[in-house]
């Protein structure tokens, strides 16, 4: 499982409706709003599928971009040993 974590750029106004659109994604889990723009995300997905479900949220109306703060595959690398 890979782990990704995520600020999620909005404008103000859509803040909310973003952030919640994100939490009712089951791979997505939402830490609260930084400077009332920033949606802290983290997202849990095989790696192979990272890229395309992270993707997906930039056809959330409101989202600006996506920056990545952190990425792990550190399991998916045990279980391949």
């Known amino acids: 499982m890979a782990i990704a ?4 750029h909005t ?4 803040v909310e409706d973003v952030a919640a659109q994100i939490s009712a994604m089951p ?5 609260g709003v930084h400077e009332e723009q920033y949606i ?3 997202a849990e997905f095989p790696s192979e599928l990272m ?5 997906k949220l930039k056809d959330i109306e409101g ?9 792990t595959i550190e399991d998916e690398l045990e279980n391949a040993e």
Request: aromatic content about 10%; charged content about 25%.
């Open 5 to 8: 974590g995520l600020l999620v």
């Open 11 to 14: 404008l103000k106004e859509n």
């Open 27 to 31: 791979e997505m889990t939402t830490y």
């Open 40 to 42: 802290v995300t983290v």
């Open 51 to 55: 890229e395309d479900e992270v993707e």
């Open 63 to 71: 989202v600006l971009t996506i920056y990545t703060t952190y990425v």
